[in-house]
């Protein structure tokens, strides 16, 4: 988030490492968990919600096709939105506190919940949804292509529950579902990080995401759509590698005890990478 927003003009961070050290050293290793709170308090909803409406939306579709995947994947995607947004604004919002241009500003929120409560008390119920419509032209797409993407490497790789290497294959697939997530819609992410972190210091500079678009664009160059993306393919290869092979391992798990106790087991829908 510090990337993606940072002035120009004075840069604070020449890259990911230097912003990794620069953090650690003004503001401690506790300045690395800044924001933590909302992702913890959102994210087992999130992956409850999007894991389930997938896996529903499969079956009402009736075939397992890697189209089916991409469109289930982009309707979990899109539901999920509206847990995620105001978790992302009140990550940035407590991420850029007390940072940068914004380092005399006193500090208004104690914790993720004070900041989302503090916001809408200011700004009602579109305050806490800034940014739901770039949110929501990430997440769509980019949960079509993460499942997608699973979904072809399980199947590539043959991940089978007797397979011994089933794990690894696992955890390699889902981390590269989530370095194609992020690749696919990331300018977007940029987009959505400014629009949240706009008017934090008391000046309001965008008027929608086309004008963020063409300002960011005009005064940056097109390498701005991609400030900040080796910190996040770094956090995503690990996340969703272990978030995916959790779920996966768990459902196998649940089916092998589900079949013990059928005698007769009905029509299934054939689904090889294991969701």
């Known amino acids: 988030v510090r990337l993606q927003v940072q002035n120009v003009e004075k840069p604070l961070y020449r890259g990911t490492f230097h912003c990794f050290q620069s953090i650690i050293k003004q503001e401690s290793a506790f300045g690395l968990y800044k924001g933590i709170g909302s992702p913890m308090m959102g ?15 499969l079956r009402a579709l009736g075939k397992d096709t890697p189209l089916n995947q991409f469109l289930a994947g ?4 899109a539901i999920q939105c509206i847990i995620c ?5 009140a990550k940035t919002r407590m991420q850029l506190q007390g ?6 500003k006193m500090k208004n929120y104690k914790n993720s919940l004070d900041c989302l409560i503090k916001i809408y008390r200011k700004e009602g119920l579109r305050g806490i949804n800034r940014g739901m419509v770039s949110t929501f032209i990430r997440e769509t797409p980019s949960f079509g292509f993460y499942f997608l993407t699973y ?3 399980t199947r590539y790789l043959g991940c089978e529950a007797e397979d011994s290497y089933v794990i690894p294959k696992l955890l390699f697939s889902g981390g590269m579902s989530g370095i194609v997530s992020w690749l696919s819609t990331y300018p977007m992410d940029v987009i959505k990080s400014r629009l949240q972190a706009d008017g934090v210091g ?3 500079q965008y008027k929608g995401i086309l004008d963020c ?8 160059g097109w390498k701005v759509f991609t400030r900040g993306l080796t910190s996040t393919l770094l956090r995503a290869f690990p996340v969703n590698a272990a978030t995916f092979a959790t779920v996966t391992v768990f459902l196998m798990y649940m089916r092998s005890e589900d079949n013990l106790h059928e005698c007769e ?3 299934v829908i054939q689904q090889p990478s294991s969701l």
Do not use: W
């Not at 940072?99 to 005399?104: A, D, N, S």
């Open 43 to 57: 994210l087992t909803f999130i992956n409850a919600l999007v894991f389930g409406v997938q896996g529903n939306t």
């Open 265 to 267: 087991p009905g029509p």
């Open 213 to 220: 678009v063409r300002k960011s664009y005009h005064n940056e």
């Open 202 to 204: 008391g000046v309001t």
């Open 99 to 104: 940072t940068g241009e914004y380092k005399l």
């Open 151 to 153: 979904d072809c490497m």
């Open 74 to 77: 982009s309707a979990a995607g």
């Open 85 to 89: 947004c105001p978790m992302e604004l």
